[in-house]
């Protein structure tokens, strides 16, 4: 695919670490130490590294997939959901007050 300007050759498609969004990235990675952690905690050594390694790695493998349908799925992921939430402010009228 081309892109439309000559200056924003990257604009089609997003930056990757290893196939996948950053983002997608750091969650596989934040989510396999939680299992490895996790693991720790209730002391099973055994199975703390293969737990840990298997839950990256299928995080990684669903992100992949669903990347390499659609590149700006980590978008879709992660932003749509902070226009759904709506906003903190309590938004008032400014055209005067109610007697």
Do not use: C, E
């Amino acid at each position: 695919m081309k892109a439309a300007s000559a200056l924003l050759t990257g604009a089609q498609k997003p930056d990757t670490t290893m196939g996948i969004d950053f983002r997608l990235f750091m969650l596989a990675g934040g989510a396999g130490g939680a299992m490895f952690g996790g693991f720790v905690v209730i002391d099973v050594m055994a199975l703390a590294l293969i737990a840990g390694l298997a839950t990256i790695l299928s995080i990684w493998l669903w992100a992949w997939r669903r990347t390499r349908a659609d590149h700006h799925f980590a978008n879709l992921l992660f932003v749509a959901p902070l226009f759904w939430r709506g906003s903190r402010k309590v938004r008032h009228l400014i055209g005067g007050h109610k007697s």
